[in-house]
């Protein structure tokens, strides 16, 4: 295999692909290049909005492009989270669990629980489609983990030969510690 | 012009390993290439010769370790993945590994240079077939002491081409603790048998004393002499291989041909990590307990519980290759959780080696690839000499995976899928010391939980059980019957997977395993501790991927003064996992002096009967549980992966099994349940926005239990991350943690 195609690359992303596909990919030489493309197309047929995907940060977020000016983060049911260069999970929901019995819920058996005392479970949803979208399991008073900031305009023009038209070294500025200032 | 010697030495100067080193380093600063190799001269010459030499230097190594491993004694050299073969350059930069623990390649240069910088060429001298080892993470780039190091430089004519290399992870290491991985340590001065790099013999032979101080200085001589000897066995056979070699092509093709060799893979391995990474900013933590408090009555210093702090950020250089930066990691301390720089680029490596190094000539290419950034004053480089290092892995495991799992993230975010998985796997290593009837002392490790464990869910599939182990290829965890020969009061009374045991998700991380030992014969003494990763207080990382749950850390039982004796008499069941142990236990069919470990217990002095029982090697989640397919949880409760009262807690499946093990959906219930499990997700969560005041709030009036508050105190000593705190929770300068 020297190229993953649109209907396989389908598969693969909603988890029906065969292993033995997922095996020729592993074997492959070297990857190929143009899968983000594929891959990005695949993930345009499923949602329902037409802002351009910019790259997929999680199973529901994708940094998109909102009109001539904006990058933000979208979730797959419509929902956005403004700049990307804020940590998402500052405009999500959060649920902590911090107690025994809570935590028992998600981990077993029980004494492979985290300790309550010592840690809490947080779990981010959207609020619009109440989906899952990240878990830290950290000690109280420990800040948000921001997972993952991809530098999009050195990604896109030296590794993918495909410049964006909005290139800007503001792009690349973390911006969570601003978004905070105003809370 | 007339040749300059080295006074001493009898040899050109620019034959001396001194400035071999200095001159590659020199070169590789001022050209950006290795030894400033701009073309593969010899490669595009004659490409089948060059490939044809690699392929002899190649082929060495897997000889020596196929061959050699059987000298050993010990399970974990022997049979299992715990030791790697290689050859490296005279400046000790590898060439070629054999399987096994490949990412050991990042500790061979700093014995070398260790040696160089102490003017080993003079004083004692660095000959063709001399044997030196060292196992000292200050010095030498060992991880910890249970890691030993053998090297023995390959010399024609008086001028070092190469070393062959070894190191395996031996059976005891001669601390306090007894085991290869002491948790109750103070300084170096309790991590056992700690020597820096030295000659240890001539000619291929080892010398007399030698042998003696592993009899003397460990409690598992025979073992360790015999790793000794396989170390050494293979590392004969890799220089009498590279003399041969060196002869037929010549010495000088040898040379310059090694220089292309690392060139040319370190040129492939970068386009490797362009090919499948993503610039920008990856961060992750995790957790690790030192719980101390009440044990280091004599130490007072260390008598303290310190909550270990793993930081990372994972980033991109100029060039593609990865920078990994540990600043907010805590600061040293005085327990076994600390390493050097060289022990802690051989945890980072065990990722990044087999992740990237794949398509080439896997070499020392990789490591000049990444920069990894070790505050001066961290657990990864005290800012003394004298730090314990008897156990890195406690933490470090975790370290490397959560740049692994920037890794995989990036896989994801690229559409690689198919390479993308949660990176999780918590180990363990059962060890002790005892004293059996006739007298005769003997120390041990119990590799098992450390030879394999589960692979992490996958975006579009579960992981496996008892599938992966982050250092080495070979996964295997052993035979029960090798460690229950070798460590002679330990029975295997259940050696399974342990259900429900994993981070859970759309798609589950693969279920850990657990053993339950039972005692017998213990004789005059047993004592037993665990040296592993992270404890069941934490999770293994503190990240899930994309709303899955990261892997639970490991889970140890004890069950003392218990009534096996009785239930053996009456024909009863017996436990087979650590989770039944406690189930037996809350049954009140297992009764006595039973303890669940969320930490490592201090040594346990057991009898026969008594039990430990430990559960690890379980990975992490992908996605939301909630997504989860019912069939597949239906599946998973009908293969006996997860009890079905749990099913409903975690996956909102409402199912029962009856006693033929046929699985009932109550499909009318699982939707409600599910229903229900979506609607307490709104009812009890909020906008982040306000839980940040309320936070704050809490971070500010230090209502945070102290020994946390003690470790933000540690990890914001570093300017950057302490920048990186107050940022987040808006803290102004003055404010104090």
Known sequence: MEQVDKGLMKQLVEGHIADDDVNEMRRMAKKDAARFWTYLEVLQDKVSWNNPILMRVNDHLYIVRKGENERVVKCDCGHEYGDYRVNWKLKADIRVRDNQEKMEQVYYPAAAAPDPEWMEIREFYCPNCVAQLAVEVVPPGYPLTFEAFPDLDRFYREYMNRPLSDESPEWFQDKTADYIATL | ?737
């Open chain 2, 1 to 737: 012009m007339a040749t300059v010697m080295k006074e001493g030495l009898g040899l050109p100067v620019e034959k001396t390993l001194a400035y071999k080193l200095q001159q590659k380093d020199e070169l590789y600063k001022s050209s950006g290439h290795y030894w400033g190799v701009k073309e593969l001269t010899l490669k595009n010459q004659d490409p089948i010769k060059f490939e044809q030499f690699y392929s002899r230097l190649q082929s060495a190594v897997f000889a020596a370790r196929e061959k050699a491993r059987y000298v050993a004694a010990s399970p974990g050299g022997r049979e299992m993945g715990e030791s790697v073969w290689a050859l490296t350059t005279a400046e000790g930069d590898t060439l070629a590994m054999s399987l096994g623990f490949i990412s050991h390649c990042a500790a061979f240069p700093v014995s070398v240079k260790h040696m160089i910088d102490n003017d080993f060429e003079e004083n004692p001298g660095i000959n063709d077939g001399d044997v030196f080892g060292t196992d000292d993470p200050l010095t030498s780039g060992a991880p910890h002491p249970g890691d030993t190091y053998t090297l023995v430089p390959i010399a024609v004519e008086g001028e070092v081409i190469g070393w062959g290399c070894a190191v395996n992870h031996i059976m005891e290491a001669g601390a306090p603790q007894a085991g290869s991985w002491p948790v109750f340590t103070v300084d170096t001065f309790m991590d056992g048998f700690v020597f820096p790099p030295m000659k240890t013999g001539e000619n291929l032979r080892q010398a007399k004393w030698w042998d003696n101080l592993w009899m003397r200085r460990t409690r598992a001589g025979v073992m360790n002499v015999l790793d000794d000897k396989m170390r050494l066995a293979g590392c004969s056979m890799i220089h009498r291989s590279i003399h041969e070699i060196a002869t037929e092509y010549g010495v000088e093709y040898y040379k310059q041909a090694c220089k292309e060799i690392i060139e040319e893979s370190r040129l492939m391995i970068l386009d490797n990590m362009r090919s499948m990474l993503i610039p920008g900013r990856y961060e992750g933590s995790s957790f690790r307990i030192s719980m101390l408090k009440g044990q280091q009555q004599i130490w007072k210093h260390a008598d303290k519980n310190e909550m270990v702090h793993v930081h990372g950020v994972f980033s991109i250089d100029e060039k593609g290759g990865i920078v990994w930066d540990t600043e907010g990691s805590s600061r040293w301390g005085y327990h076994g959780f600390n390493g050097y720089p060289g022990g802690s680029d051989v945890g980072l490596f065990l990722g990044i080696t087999t992740t990237f190094a794949h398509s080439c000539k896997a070499s020392a290419g990789v490591n000049m690839n990444v920069t990894s950034i070790y505050h001066k004053g961290s657990i990864y480089n005290p800012d003394t000499e004298f730090a314990s290092c008897a156990n890195i892995w406690a933490q470090s495991m975790q370290m490397q995976c959560i740049s692994s799992s920037a890794i995989h993230r990036n896989f994801f975010m690229r559409g690689y899928l198919e390479e993308a998985f949660a990176p999780e796997d918590s180990w363990d290593g059962v060890q002790g010391s005892g004293v059996l009837e006739d007298g005769t002392p003997y120390g041990f490790t119990n590799f098992e939980w450390v030879g394999g464990g589960a692979m992490g869910a996958y975006p579009f599939k579960d992981g496996t059980p008892c599938t992966w182990a982050q250092h080495t290829q070979l996964c295997n965890v052993g035979n029960s019957e090798e460690f229950e020969y070798l460590i002679p009061p330990f029975h295997h009374l259940g050696r399974k997977l342990e259900p429900g045991y994993c981070g859970h998700g759309k798609y589950r991380g693969g279920v850990g395993q657990s053993s339950v030992h039972w005692m017998q014969e213990t004789g005059q003494r047993l004592g037993v501790t665990r040296g592993g990763s992270a404890t069941s207080m934490t999770t293994f990382l503190s990240s899930g991927m994309n709303g899955g749950y990261p892997a639970p850390g490991v889970v140890t039982v004890t069950a003392l003064d218990n009534n096996l004796a009785e239930i053996f008499a009456n024909g009863g069941d017996t436990p087979t996992t650590a989770g039944e142990v406690l189930e037996y236990a809350k049954e009140g069919k297992l009764t006595g002096n039973i303890t669940s470990w969320n930490y490592d217990p201090p040594e346990q002095s057991m009898g026969d009967n008594d039990i430990w029982a430990n559960a690890a090697g379980a990975s992490g989640g992908w996605g939301d549980p909630l997504e989860r397919e019912i069939s597949s949880v239906v599946e998973d409760i009908r293969i006996g992966q997860l009890p079905a009262d749990f099913a409903k807690t975690m996956y909102g499946v409402v199912a029962s099994m009856n006693e033929l093990g046929q699985v009932f959906l109550d499909e009318a219930a699982t939707k409600a349940e599910r229903e229900t499990m979506f609607t307490s997700r709104k009812t009890e969560s909020k906008p982040t926005s306000e839980w940040w005041k309320e936070q704050k709030a809490k971070v500010e009036s230090h209502t945070i239990r102290e020994e946390l508050l003690e470790m933000y105190r540690s990890s914001t000593s570093f300017e950057g991350y302490n920048k990186h705190y107050r940022a987040f929770w808006n803290l102004d300068d003055t404010f104090e943690i």
